[in-house]
């Protein structure tokens, strides 16, 4: 296993090397790539996961704060590769168990039923996963400002004279989740305007090159799953409602009513929001990590978040398939 969920911090420099491990250990069906640079030159990753014509897009670390999701996405990606390329000597090892009258297979023919899903799901789709948007923020939430290294930026940063484990934004202090073209999106300052930053651009290439049929964000805090687009038809939130309440019931997370769908006195410009508007397709934020919880977030919280995530993706690309427009 490349990723351990109880190693302390990821550095981004070896949260970057332990993808690169992960695109080698799976090279048959993994890849990672480049799709952009933060203000402060770090990489933006790409794992391609998957041998489908179908796309599915996931980001995590769009908040910089938001440390544990970067990491589980990563183990999800494990998870699913090691499933896939295991499962056709499972399915010969229990082909063989099966003659034998003396064996009781119920839990591994359970078990083989769950691999055979993601096994075609890899089959049907390409999953594109951004595990970390936002490098930089990343970096200032766990080691402060002084691992910002051009010193413009890093002044930037302090100027804003707030505690950097609560940090949310990027190198230049732009909340990227506010920062994408949306019709709810407003300007906040002199100079401000959508799609600003690195990031941002990064990820709109992304989902203007694949045309994709589904984009969960991940995001902590709350335990719960954003699904209302005000700026949406009745049809389109319908489809929303019904693939969030599914996705309620295998993470026991709550669902978000329509009236919450933006906290009051803030603004527009989420991924979400601009996904939904451009391209129509169902967009959720599937929030981890309990409400109470404290910045900086907890390592602990990175295996209790895997259990409830493992299987949120496939179900969401069943969902998708089998009630596509």
Not at 143 to 163: A, N
Not at 266 to 286: C, M, Q, R, W
Not at 305 to 315: A, D, G, M
Request: aromatic fraction near 12%; include cysteine; glycine fraction near 6%.
């Amino acid at each position: 296993m490349i990723i351990n969920l109880d190693e302390p911090n990821y550095h981004y420099d070896r949260f970057r090397k332990v993808t690169e491990d992960l695109a080698k250990q799976y090279d048959s069906i993994l890849k990672c790539v480049t799709i952009g640079e933060s203000h402060d030159n770090r990489d933006i990753l790409l794992l391609k996961l998957g041998l489908g014509k179908k796309y599915i897009i996931c980001c995590g670390g769009v908040h910089a704060r938001e440390t544990i999701n970067p990491v589980v996405l990563l183990r999800i990606v494990e998870y699913y590769a090691d499933l896939y390329i295991n499962y056709r000597q499972k399915r010969l090892n229990l082909k063989k168990k099966l003659t034998s009258p003396n064996v009781h297979l119920k839990e591994e023919y359970e078990q083989m039923l769950y691999d055979a899903c993601i096994y075609e799901l890899l089959q049907t789709y390409t999953i594109l996963l951004v595990p970390l948007l936002n490098p930089d923020g990343y970096m200032i939430a766990q080691y402060g400002f002084d691992s910002i290294r051009d010193p413009k930026l890093r002044d930037l940063c302090i100027g804003k004279d707030y505690d950097p484990t609560e940090w949310k934004e990027n190198a230049r202090g732009i909340d990227i989740n506010r920062n994408f073209p949306s019709q709810f999106w407003s300007k906040k300052f002199e100079g401000d305007y959508p799609a600003s930053e690195n990031e941002t651009k990064a990820l709109i290439r992304l989902f203007q090159e694949y045309p994709s049929l589904g984009f969960l964000d991940f995001h902590s805090r709350g335990k719960s799953i954003y699904y209302y687009r005000n700026r949406m038809p009745e049809h389109y939130n319908k489809r929303q409602l019904d693939i969030a309440n599914r996705l309620c019931e295998i993470t026991g997370y709550e669902l978000v009513p329509p009236e919450e769908e933006i906290d009051p006195g803030d603004t527009g410009g989420n991924t979400v929001h601009y996904y939904s508007e451009y391209f129509h397709k169902p967009a959720l934020t599937i929030e981890t990590v309990e409400d109470e919880a404290n910045f900086p977030l907890m390592d602990q919280y990175r295996n209790t978040t895997f259990k409830e995530l493992k299987l949120l993706i496939s179900e969401f690309g069943s969902m998708l398939l089998f009630r596509s427009d």
